[in-house]
């Protein structure tokens, strides 16, 4: 903290404390930034000291709703894709039956 003496008006002068660090080695960031941490901890938690990328969120929100779009659509599809097919009974009978694989 240094002591200045800043004019309040024409006529009268006045001692103000300004907060000023004292050097650049005491002014820390705020937030994670700032914090002293290890090489290690950085390259694990690189989202917690690295800005936001906008168009790369964006890209990648749009992404992954496409891919949980699509996901969702082979599901539906293969619910409606499962086939009928006409079988006969051992007493001769005809009747629609759904195809179905061994692993079922």
Request: net charge positive.
């Amino acid at each position: 903290m240094k002591l200045k003496r800043l004019r309040a008006s024409s006529r009268e002068e006045a001692l103000v404390f300004v907060m000023e660090p004292d050097s650049k080695d005491q002014y820390r960031s705020p937030g994670l930034r700032g914090m002293k941490s290890t090489t290690l901890f950085r390259a694990v938690n690189p989202e917690l000291f690295i800005r936001p990328n906008k168009p790369v969120m964006a890209f990648g929100l749009v992404t992954l709703t496409l891919c949980v779009g699509y996901l969702g659509y082979l599901h539906a599809v293969k619910e409606n894709r499962q086939e009928l097919y006409e079988a006969v009974d051992s007493e001769g009978e005809r009747y629609m039956r759904r195809k179905s694989s061994k692993w079922d």
